[in-house]
């Protein structure tokens, strides 16, 4: 039915739940260990709902050493390890395996320490992404990383994904935002990486594990960068005739050196499917909409908003709509953060991630819906165009297997399509299970063996997060 395959479970470990069950009891309060099959079930998949998986069992430690006790109790019996934030992976970086145990991190959600001088916060991982910012405001500073899901997501799924949202095109992904983190190795090992600066001496180990899904360790603090909020901010709204001027748009605004706090896209059918949720005023009679926001001072934001208008205007833009409130300003924000809830109202939906140089927009937007119609499917594009991070959302139907197998079929040639054009795979939510087998497209195997060889070095025996990222043929022995 699908591309999607799992490998054949250990049933030498199966058959000893019990013992390890017994073993995990040992080193974890009963509250924290979870072993009834009902109750596993809010841990089988992850947002990529196609896919299910009963775990082994599933531990939520309440401290850095309960993490160690239990990755070094599974270590010694060989047993698989599963790391879990708020399982809200779009690309099944967090789906378990029969004869893995999943770990999660959702207890570990304190705040360690901020430091306002330095304009640091150090968090434990299961801390959501917005109540990182919610720690910080009102000392007035927020957390950059801002992905749509921020109000479940944790800091510890963000850093396994290396995740953005709609503020990276001005101030950076995870990896831009992390100074430093506590890691359990798959032995139970304790280390610290980076520290509390922009910089450390030796090898950058921070910027390896950062984006590693899970694979290289379970990481449980986090010190993160956090940022002076801006004196103000204010997004527009953009109304194209097509999908093409408004990414050439995008690209024209790129290429001037305007560099705005956020630059986010949709196109008719996003707009119709947020507007009947969100109640934005997004206008509903044009094909695409770009919401721009800038930031600063009046003066600042008026100078930019002027040469942005200015620009839109010499690519056909129809429909110009500033935020005049605090309140407009939201309803625009809601609508477009409700995108992902809201598509799921109307349809089920994959929901890709692929990045292109800004430049091949207009050209990749027509060849997308081009790719979508061909299987008779429908596609709603949002996504952030500042820079280049595609998320196409395929409906289908998911009660039909012809009809996901061609959703996911549309999805790969969509992959290939931004590789082809000089992007990647993946801008922000990881390759998990979903991409894994379409990394022989972007990387050639000498490429593929190295990264592999890292991998092993720190878990020589394929324990932590196993048929994630990699081919299931290619891992090196």
């Known amino acids: 039915m699908t591309h999607i395959q799992f490998p054949i479970p250990d049933m030498t470990i199966t058959d000893r739940r019990e013992e390890i069950i017994a073993a995990l ?3 974890v309060p009963e509250e924290c260990l979870i072993v009834a099959t009902d109750q596993m079930r809010a841990f089988e998949t992850d947002a990529l709902t196609a896919y299910r998986r009963m775990p082994l069992a599933v531990v939520l430690p ?4 309960e993490v160690s006790a239990v990755m070094a109790c599974c270590h010694a019996a060989g047993v698989n390890v599963v790391p879990r934030g708020a399982g809200t ?15 999660g991190v959702s207890k570990l959600n304190r705040v360690l320490d901020f430091d306002r001088k330095s304009r640091t916060i150090t968090v434990e991982t299961g801390i959501t992404n917005v109540a990182v910012s919610a720690a910080v405001a009102p000392e007035g500073f927020f957390y950059a990383p801002d992905p749509s899901s921020q109000l479940a997501c944790t800091i510890g799924g963000n850093i396994g994904m290396n995740s953005g949202g709609a503020h990276c095109l001005k101030y950076g992904v995870t990896s831009n935002n992390v100074l430093g983190v506590k890691v359990v190795l798959n032995d139970g090992t ?23 899904e899970g694979q290289l360790g379970i990481v449980t603090e986090a010190t993160l960068r956090i940022i002076p909020t801006a004196e103000g901010a204010r997004p527009v709204l953009f109304g194209f005739d097509s999908s093409e001027e408004a990414g050439a748009c995008v690209a024209a ?13 949709m196109d008719r059918p996003a707009i119709e499917i947020c507007e009947a949720f969100a109640k934005a005023g997004y206008p509903l009679d044009v094909e695409a909409m770009l919401i721009i926001e800038v930031e600063g001072s009046d003066a600042e934001v008026d100078a930019s908003l002027a040469r942005i208008i200015a620009i839109a205007e010499a690519h ?28 799921g109202r109307v349809a089920d939906y994959i929901c890709m991630d692929g990045t292109i140089p800004t430049g091949q927009l207009p050209f990749v937007l027509k060849r997308l819906g081009e790719i ?27 009660n039909d297997p012809e009809d996901q197998a061609r959703a996911e079929a549309a999805g790969n040639d969509i992959l290939k399509l931004c590789v082809e054009v000089g992007g990647c795979l993946t801008g922000e939510h990881g390759v998990g299970i979903e ?34 990222v990699f081919p299931l043929e290619g891992r090196l022995i």
């Open 62 to 65: 309440r401290s850095t050493e």
């Open 253 to 265: 605004i790129i290429a001037a050196g305007i560099v705005p706090v956020a630059m986010e896209f």
């Open 372 to 398: 979508v119609a061909g299987y008779g499917l429908r596609v709603a594009n949002v996504f952030h165009a500042g820079d280049g991070n595609l998320h196409p959302l395929i409906l289908f139907d998911a």
């Open 190 to 212: 304790i280390i610290d990486l980076g520290g509390d600066a922009m910089d450390v001496p030796g090898l950058n180990l921070l910027g390896l594990l950062i984006g590693s």
């Open 435 to 468: 991409k894994r087998d379409l990394m022989g497209f972007q990387f050639t195997k000498a490429d593929l063996d190295q990264q592999l060889r890292v991998r092993a070095a720190f878990d020589p025996d394929w324990r932590l997060n196993p048929a994630k």
């Open 89 to 103: 992976s779009l690309a099944g970086g967090a789906i378990p395996q029969e004869d893995a145990v999943v770990i």
């Open 25 to 27: 009891a040992g080193v």
């Open 316 to 343: 056909g833009v129809r429909v110009i709509k500033q935020s005049r409130s605090a309140l407009e300003t939201a309803q625009i924000w809601k609508g477009r953060k409700s995108a992902f809830g809201a598509t």
